[in-house]
Nanobody, 123 residues
């Protein structure tokens, strides 16, 4: 099965930047969608962004448009989340997820999940 490993989380001051990485074990991602979710303590999981592996079509939540950028490196089976102009409200555990592209890009029904990486933004 698909294995996903996130990295790149940490502590950053407001206005700073971080880049998260998600390494995938499979090379069959031409038919997959890769997404990033986040969940703060006591809050529901939020759908942050997604990208189709082959075509590069993207989705962004309104809360991160203009600040976050999702990208992928097909040769490395890796997707990235570049986070700029970070705000304290961006603090959360960020999860990488994957699914087959058999639903709309806005669908939150994903099949595979990483362990998560903590992002903390201080004031």
């Amino acid at each position: 099965q698909v294995q996903l490993v996130e990295s790149g989380g940490g502590l950053v001051q407001a206005g700073g930047s971080l880049r998260l990485s998600c390494a995938a074990s499979e090379r069959t991602f031409s038919s997959y969608v890769m997404g990033w979710f986040r969940q703060a303590p006591g809050k529901e999981r939020d759908y942050v962004t997604a990208i189709t592996w082959s075509g590069g079509n993207t989705y962004y939540a309104d809360s991160v448009k203009g600040r976050f950028t999702i990208s992928r490196d097909n040769a490395k089976n890796t997707v990235y989340l570049q986070m700029n102009s970070l705000k304290p409200e961006d603090t959360a555990v960020y999860y990488c997820a994957a699914r087959r592209s058999n639903r709309a890009l806005t669908s939150t029904l994903y099949d595979y999940w990483g362990q998560g990486t903590q992002v903390t933004v201080s004031s």
